[in-house]
């Protein structure tokens, strides 16, 4: 009985969340591809240390996404400030597991307003009016021992 009952509950919350959720595109290309791009954006230094990973900033930029996977109409209530890095010693894109933690390693330099999302490094912004006025941005990246290099993201022109 109890399996039936989990069973039930996890197929009603996959239901809930459903497969028609859009999210974030993934890179600048997809992002430009599908009309989602507002801006690109040069990080002051290339590589950063997250806890003990060393990481390349690979690309950083601003989107939108899409309201669902049936709705094709951009999403314009809130826009992403997303940063795509790559491990450099393993070639892999995004945080190593031992890296995640990002409330520890990651200074977003902001209150709730970043996390991890197709991992690539984001922070949301619910005030639309700043997506054309959003010239740098900074984030914070901290080694092991919490020292915090800060790295500004500055609008490409």
Known sequence: ???LFLI???????????SDTEFLPQN??????R?????EYSPTENK??????????VEAYTTFKFNSKNDQTINKSFFAFS???KNLKTGEIGLSPEDSDHSQFLN???????????DNLVLYYDDISKRESLDSI????????????????VQKK
């Open 1 to 3: 009985m109890k399996k």
């Open 48 to 57: 950063v240390v997250i806890n003990q990973g060393e990481y390349e900033i």
């Open 138 to 153: 900074k984030i914070g990246f901290k080694d092991r021992n919490k020292n915090e290099k800060v790295v500004y993201f």
């Open 83 to 85: 940063v795509r890095i």
């Open 28 to 33: 600048v290309s997809e992002s430009k591809s």
């Open 35 to 39: 009309k989602l791009l507002i801006k």
């Open 8 to 18: 039930s509950l996890f197929l009603t919350l996959f239901a809930c969340v459903g």
């Open 108 to 118: 977003f330099h902001c209150d709730f307003c970043g996390g991890i999302n197709n």
